[in-house]
């Protein structure tokens, strides 16, 4: 077979593939998707429309977004974009670690919020440092330990695994530092979009950069005992040996009255079923945080429903995979394909939905920069404004009318 009958063969073999999938997601409720993501080449088509892809194309790329290379029918006009993986993202390698990060510059829509994903190996320390946004932390893989000083002078320490989250506010100086085993990894975001990670004031940059007299007279030291520091290129990122595990801390002004850190254990779902689990942590049990998060779990055949949020949502996937459309109103809607290690973003307003698409359960953050978390549920606003009005909408049957539900169904 010449390669453009071999196209033309496949286009056919995906075209069935797409049509069995077709009947089976409609069953479901769920919006087909004819083009998957393990169409062995999967091509720009929808029945009547489109045709084949002779390339030169990055299969792979297509493979990971059926919906970019044949979206739904019902996406329209032009949408930002709202998908940034770290994979593309330009890493800074350190003695210690590594870190990678989505500003403005990779995704320009998300103006309120950049992200961050760090590693630190067993005992490495993110340097002693502070920073005009804030920043919420979640840890992915292992433990750390976590440094803040707050504006009265108190230092918390504390002791983060996989799965939980701090928060400290702008200007507090920090510091991280991994334990052994893994080590660690984990996200940041910071609460503006536009700043990098490569800002940040450090301990090491100061110090090279203050004059040595005046650095000797702040301290009560002879010159010579600041002549021979740290260099800030060694530093960021550097090895350390593993901390340990109580530390004991100068306490003049007390405890800081508010934790930096937050324990995952202790929190209870607001949602759990078969379909999955939602978990909420916002400053009603950590005060002190200004950003709140919902932890997602879709299991396979599930979605989270159609929703909207009066903030800008920020996105990460731990695991599994998903798909979302947007609509941002004016006519105009983009559907997009998400997997671990990719960040989303969702500009407040627009609705929006996650589809879990593969067969492992499917594991996303919606981070707001907020300190209280907002959701409006599309069906349950429905269930509970007067019916004549949804109904006149909609031309809607007295069926569904019947199906709407009154308190939020979270995942279906
Ligand atoms: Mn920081
Ligand atoms: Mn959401």
């Given at each position: ?6 196209k ?48 030169p ?5 297509d ?5 970019l ?29 590594w870190?990678r990060?989505?500003?403005i ?5 998300s ?19 502070w920073h ?16 803040c ?43 503006d979009?536009?700043?990098s ?19 000797a ?11 021979n ?26 405890y800081p ?13 607001i ?19 200004g ?40 006519g ?6 998400y ?44 269930g ?7 109904q ?21």
């Amino acid at each position: 077979m010449d390669t453009t009958r071999r196209k033309i063969f496949q286009s056919f073999v995906a075209a069935g593939i797409a049509a069995a999938v077709s009947s089976k997601a409609r069953a479901d409720g769920v919006s087909p998707s004819t083009t998957l993501p393990d169409d062995p080449i999967p091509q720009p088509e929808r029945p009547g429309l489109g045709g084949t892809d002779p390339g030169p194309r990055d299969v792979a790329i297509d493979k990971q977004n059926p919906d970019l290379l044949a979206p739904p029918p019902s996406d329209a006009g032009t949408v930002p974009n709202l998908k940034w993986p770290f994979s593309l993202s330009h890493n800074r390698l350190s003695p210690g670690g590594w870190a990678r990060q989505t500003t403005i510059q990779q995704l320009p829509v998300s103006t309120e919020m950049a992200g961050v994903d760090m590693r630190l190996n067993p005992g490495a320390i993110r340097e002693l440092h502070w920073h005009p946004v804030g920043e919420w932390g979640f840890v992915t893989l292992g433990s750390i330990q976590i440094t803040c000083l707050d504006a009265g002078g108190r230092m918390y320490v504390d002791n983060l695994k996989q799965g939980d989250l701090w928060f400290f506010p702008e200007s507090y100086p920090h510091s991280l530092q991994a334990f052994g085993g893994v080590g660690s990894e984990f996200v940041l975001v910071f609460t503006d979009g536009d700043y990098s990670e490569n800002d940040t004031f450090l301990l090491s940059d100061a110090f090279a950069h203050l004059p040595k007299d005046v650095l000797a007279k702040n301290f009560g030291v002879p010159v010579s005992e600041v002549s021979n520091l740290a260099s800030p290129d060694s530093r960021y990122i550097y090895p350390g040996p593993i901390p340990p595990t109580h530390v004991n801390v100068p306490r003049p002004y007390g405890y800081p009255p508010k934790a930096f850190g937050y324990h995952t254990a202790n929190n209870k779902p607001i949602f759990q079923s078969e379909a999955g689990t939602i978990r909420i942590v916002d400053s009603s049990s950590f005060p002190v945080t200004g950003v709140s998060v919902m932890l997602v779990t879709v299991n396979p055949g599930y979605m989270r429903e159609i929703h909207w949020h009066g903030d800008d949502e920020w996105q990460y996937y731990l695991q599994g995979q998903a798909r979302l459309t947007a609509f941002a109103s004016s006519g105009t809607a983009a559907t997009f394909d998400y997997r671990a290690g990719d960040v989303g973003y969702v500009p407040s307003n627009y609705i929006h939905y996650e589809v879990n698409t593969g067969n492992t359960p499917l594991q996303f953050m919606e981070v707001f920069r907020s300190p209280t978390l907002n959701n409006f549920s599309l069906a349950q606003w429905m269930g509970v404004t007067p019916p004549w009005l949804v109904q006149g909408d909609l031309n809607l049957s007295n069926a569904f009318m019947n199906k709407l539900p009154t308190t939020t169904p979270w995942i279906v």
